[in-house]
């Protein structure tokens, strides 16, 4: 391993370094990663050269082994250290435990389920797997219906949740990262990095030299003041909303067709118009019966109170899917609420079967155990639940629920 350049008078981590980065971070988007390093006193370099003390390699995106090409600044940096260069080559956790930034170490290493996901977003579930069926986010595995995302992901899911709430429809984000992948730009690390201002608008690319353009290729002359957090020149590329409306955005499937029932539908969900969501799920379920269709309507039939024909939806989500875990967990619930809490002790437990790491429904059935009584049982539950999601914004109240049904006889 080369030798560090020596500072006995460093006060700041990275004092007098140069870092440079090597492929896609997964713990934040580049920019961050650049404000992070300038305030620990070092010096971000989009390129390596001799000068460069420490090459950061993200771990983002595919590895080498699935088939993607190593970073070009990685190799460069291996020809300079061969070369007797004394740079530095880390993982991005090394990065984090010089920043300081233990917790972003530890969230790299957790897998975040779409309910957990919709939590942290404060967005519907539905939005969320209306992202994976357009290939805006890609779950690390999906189990049972269950996705699965890594933590890189939660940059990119931010990101759609600023241009879903400005307007822009999925169908429009797709069509532009499609034309942004023609122009050898990495659509995920440019959409991470997004820029949004109020209201409706165009998606377009800023460029290393501040430039806008358009995936279409058309280029914009953006003489407004910069947008608060705006990538600074040498930040990477960067999309960015301009406003002035999305014009005829013209659909990609046909308008009476299922797809754009059901994309009107998520967006009315998003929207808190949970009745208008349910008569536009329940139309696409007529033209086309999709298990995911029902469950969303069921969803929305759950939050206006309509728990009878909630029950129904769910029951028909889990009739075309009988594996789809996320279906028999809300089924639990919505049959809870009926005080048929026998039948949701079955749902329940059949959810935790199908997928033994879905933390959530494991906290489904600890809660109805506990209150048929079941108290050995329902603190198994609670512990299982712990285990799988220490941190979430539940523990706390689990905790509490352990302790109030006491120590096994």
Not at 83 to 112: N, T
Not at 203 to 224: T, Y
């Amino acid at each position: 391993m080369p030798p560090t350049r020596s500072n006995p008078t460093r006060s700041k981590p990275l004092d007098g370094l140069s870092v440079c980065i090597a492929g896609r971070l997964a713990s934040m988007p580049r920019r961050e990663a650049m404000d992070h390093i300038r305030a620990a006193g070092g010096e971000f370099a989009e390129r390596v050269t001799r000068k460069t003390d420490l090459l950061v390699r993200g771990r983002g995106g595919k590895a080498a082994d699935e088939g993607a090409p190593e970073p070009r600044n990685l190799s460069l940096a291996r020809e300079l250290v061969e070369q007797g260069a004394a740079i530095l080559i880390v993982q991005e956790e090394e990065l984090l435990e010089r920043l300081g930034l233990d917790e972003r170490r530890v969230d790299m290493r957790r897998l975040h389920t779409t309910a957990q996901l919709a939590r942290i977003l404060d967005v519907p579930a539905a939005r969320i797997r209306s992202w994976i069926r357009h290939g805006l986010i890609h779950p690390a595995r999906t189990e049972r219906r269950i996705a699965y995302f890594e933590f890189q992901q939660v940059a990119i899911a931010r990101a759609l949740t600023a241009l879903s709430r400005a307007g822009v429809g999925d169908t429009r984000i797709k069509r532009s990262l499609e034309l942004l992948r023609g122009r050898e730009i990495d659509p995920e690390e440019a959409l991470a990095q997004l820029e949004a201002d109020a209201g409706d608008g165009e998606l377009v690319l800023r460029h290393d030299d501040g430039s806008l353009v358009e995936p279409s290729g058309q280029l914009h002359m953006d003489f407004g003041e910069p947008a608060a957090g705006a990538a600074a020149p040498g930040a990477g590329p960067a999309l960015r909303l301009l406003p002035g409306g999305l014009g005829g955005d013209a659909q990609a499937f046909d308008p009476n067709g299922p797809e754009i029932w059901f994309e009107r539908a998520t967006q009315a969900e998003g929207d808190g118009q949970l009745q208008e969501a349910a008569d536009l799920y329940a139309h696409a379920f007529e033209l086309a019966p999709d298990a995911e269709t029902a469950f969303n309507l069921g969803n929305c039939q759950f939050g206006t109170g309509r728990h009878e024909e909630a029950v129904q939806s769910f029951l028909a989500a889990t009739g075309l899917n009988p594996d789809f875990a996320d279906a028999w967990n809300n089924l639990g619930i919505v049959l809870g609420e009926l005080a048929r809490s026998s039948e949701a002790e079955s749902a329940f437990r059949r959810a935790v079967t199908l997928d033994p790491g879905y933390a959530d429904a494991h906290f489904s059935l600890g809660e109805i155990l506990a209150a048929r009584g079941k108290h050995t049982e329902a603190r198994r539950a609670f512990h299982t639940y712990l285990a799988l999601d220490p941190s979430s914004p539940w523990s706390d109240e689990v905790r509490k629920r352990i302790a109030e049904l006491g120590q096994p006889g």
